[in-house]
């Protein structure tokens, strides 16, 4: 089947978080959005088709996750990462940072220091600042144009005391798909110094070619138990409006209190269409993915080439997973305030400014690469004029 990607969807008044906000939060609704991480583009036919039933039935009631749920879901991890999930370790969870959350109020206490690989996705700092907790920056190192672990800053932290990791597993903003190797590495540390993990793999299905992904539990029972990961079918087939999600959790008694907290907070029901929409995109949506993994390459491929003929002084990261593109734009000489001046102002854009993802991200930016081909050539456009009238003003 041939998947259109190229075609434009006119998303202004949808309430789309991303698309209906531009005067609100950038100052013009002439601002073209290329930031927060949906896809403009349609689900697969059959989520869309699925949904579509589903709400033709006219009454949306309590529901509930069946057994073809669940198959749905292991049957997918099966397939597409080799990774036998026991269906006793799922958790369904009404969100990832949700996820992440209630992980780190229940497996820490007030006052630990937990670490995160900054820059990083920003929620990462709320939930461990609004639960009362400190946190402990492993700051990535770029080294041959990639992020990197600093080893041995992370290992003493883990040695002064933190209990727990934040790991982003594809890295999100950065888009590494981490190795085998890496990730055993940081197993071990974390098991020798008592480290609790919490996994964020949402973007696991979203790997390049010569890429991946490997779930950090599949790689030893030792691993699996000192672990959660938190997983969703929403980025990989453009579902974040409707909850779905879930939560590997292999440890039976951290599953009871996690499974005890849901409930006490009433987080346990499904919503009316996520079973419907999981299932579908599971069980038919994998030739919809390859195809977008190939448009989004060729996105990969457009930006990079456009940086290095228009913009050669800014330099993008090559991601090896996600959609997203890391570019340091630190040769502009601009502080947060000034890029987003440039952006917003100046080039009528809105990319991610990159000082929301940790300090060490100021003077970076975040594009988002899955849109179609002509509104990522009409944002870069802009965004390069902007710069170049920057630079002939500096220099007149």
Not at 110 to 130: A, E, K, N, T
Not at 216 to 234: M, Q
Not at 250 to 268: G, I, N, Q, T, Y
Not at 291 to 306: I, M, S, T
């Given at each position: ?62 529901t ?130 008592g ?22 539990a ?15 079918p ?82 993008p990261m090559?991601?090896?997973g ?25 080039a009528?854009?809105?990319f ?45």
């Amino acid at each position: 089947m041939a998947f259109d990607f190229d075609r434009p969807v006119d998303r202004r008044g949808t309430l789309s978080y991303k698309w209906d906000q531009s005067e609100k939060l950038f100052g013009s609704g002439e601002v073209l959005p290329l930031w927060v991480a949906d896809m403009d583009f349609p689900s697969p036919p059959a989520v869309v088709e699925a949904i579509r039933r589903r709400a033709e039935e006219g009454i949306y009631g309590y529901t509930f996750r069946d057994e073809a749920y669940t198959e749905a879901v292991l049957g997918w991890f099966r397939r597409r990462h080799g990774w036998d999930i026991p269906k006793d370790w799922l958790v369904d969870t009404p969100g990832v940072v949700t996820a992440l959350s209630l992980a780190v109020e229940l497996f820490t206490e007030p006052g630990d220091r937990v670490i995160l690989q900054s820059p990083v996705y920003y929620p990462f700092y709320d939930v461990i600042r609004m639960n009362g907790r400190e946190v402990a920056k492993n700051p990535l190192v770029i080294r041959n144009g990639r992020y990197e672990t600093d080893w041995d800053q992370l290992e003493g932290l883990m040695r002064d005391g933190a209990r727990m990791m934040l790991l982003c597993s594809p890295h999100n903003p950065g888009g590494r798909v981490w190795s085998r190797e890496e990730l055993v590495r940081l197993g071990e540390l974390a098991r020798r110094y008592g480290v609790f993990v919490a996994s964020d793999e949402i973007h696991c299905d979203l790997v390049f070619p010569g890429h991946r992904h490997v779930p950090f539990a599949s790689l030893s029972e030792a691993f699996a138990r000192n672990s959660i990961t938190c997983l969703a079918p929403t980025k990989t087939f453009n579902l974040p409006g409707i909850p779905a999600s879930f939560a590997v959790i292999p440890d039976p008694e951290r599953r009871r209190r996690f499974v005890a907290r849901m409930k006490a907070l009433s987080l346990h029901m499904a919503s009316f269409f996520a079973p419907t929409a999981v299932k579908a995109a599971y069980e038919h949506g994998a030739e919809w993915l390859d195809a977008l993994l190939d448009y989004v390459q060729g996105n990969v491929e457009y930006a990079l080439a456009f940086f290095h003929e228009r913009l050669p002084e800014l330099k993008p990261m090559r991601p090896e997973g996600t959609y997203l593109l890391w570019v340091d734009c630190r040769a502009l000489g601009l502080d947060a305030q000034g890029i987003k001046d440039l952006m917003f102002r100046g080039a009528k854009v809105a990319f991610s400014e990159g000082s929301v993802f940790g300090s060490e991200g100021e003077g970076f930016v975040r594009i988002n690469l899955a849109c179609p081909r002509a509104t990522l050539k009409e944002a870069l456009e802009r965004f390069a004029r902007a710069a170049e009238s920057l630079a002939g003003r500096r220099t007149g």
